[in-house]
Every structure is written in structure tokens, then in C-alpha cells.
């Protein structure tokens, strides 16, 4: 009986898991293997955004800085970063792959076309500027 509770227990947690897909609360990694920021993706009507809700900040620098660097005419210019959608107009093109909307890094304001999308319980995120790209993973926090 027990055996069946548990078995029942993990396959509702598993497809709970599943249900979620990309949505929810990341931790952003960076290139060294550093957080830089938890970010919340969450849906409005068909798309999704992200939107920044915590920095990890060494000491001695802004808990919440501005956006200094995003450009003059973005109405995210010189706003805080905490709060700040950083994702925007995500469109569904695969099982959890998204698209067609862009990503902004608040720390050199540059605004980047993006896909996303889950890989062994990660999410890959990949900015494109131009031919170039980069991709990071984050990983969900639970």
C-alpha cells in the first residue's frame, strides 16, 4: 500500500513538473557560473514574458541599479532593474521552445532576439544579435 501511495506521489509530482514547462522562477547563471538574478516567466494571453525579481549583488554594489545602458527611446531607460520585464512577446513554437520575441541584458542594454527552451530540467535561453548568439542555461527554483 505504502509502495502505491509513493509511486502515485511521484507521478503527480512529475506531471506537475511537466505542467509547468518554462513558466515559473529561474535562477539566471552566467558565463562563469555565477547568479546574476532570479527571473519569473509567466504568460499573458498567448505569450510570455520574464520579468526580473531579484539580483545577487556582491557587496558595495546597488541592490537595485537602473538601467543606464538601455537605450534613450526604451521605456525601460534609466527605470530599475528589479520589477523590470526583461522578456518580452515570447511566441510557443514547439512542445516547451519558444520564440520571436527578444530578451534585454540590463547591464549593457542591449536587446537581443531570443528562444528558449527546457533541456534536461534546465532552461536555454538563447540571445541572437545578428549571426552571433550566446546561451546560457538557468535553472528553476522550486
Known amino acids: 500500500m505504502h509502495l502505491i501511495l509513493f509511486l502515485l506521489f511521484c507521478l ?6 511537466a505542467q509547468k514547462g518554462v513558466l515559473g522562477k529561474w535562477k539566471t547563471i552566467d ?3 555565477e547568479p546574476k538574478s532570479v527571473v519569473e516567466i509567466f504568460q499573458k494571453d498567448s505569450l510570455l514574458y520574464g520579468k526580473i525579481i531579484k539580483l545577487y549583488r556582491k557587496p558595495g554594489e546597488d ?3 537602473s538601467c543606464i545602458e538601455c537605450a534613450s527611446d526604451d ?8 520589477g523590470m520585464e526583461i522578456m518580452k512577446d515570447m511566441k510557443k ?4 521552445e519558444y520564440s520571436e520575441g527578444t530578451i534585454l541584458d540590463p547591464s549593457n542594454g542591449r536587446v537581443y532576439s531570443c ?9 536555454k535561453i ?8 550566446r546561451t546560457q542555461a538557468w535553472h528553476r527554483l522550486q
Open 12 to 17: 503527480g509530482t512529475s506531471f506537475t513538473y
Open 31 to 33: 558565463e562563469e557560473n
Open 63 to 65: 541592490i537595485d541599479p
Open 75 to 82: 521605456p525601460r531607460y534609466k527605470k530599475k532593474v528589479i
Open 93 to 96: 513554437t514547439g512542445e516547451n
Open 115 to 123: 528562444k528558449i527552451w527546457l533541456e534536461e530540467g534546465k532552461l
Open 126 to 133: 538563447r540571445g541572437y544579435w545578428g549571426p552571433f548568439f
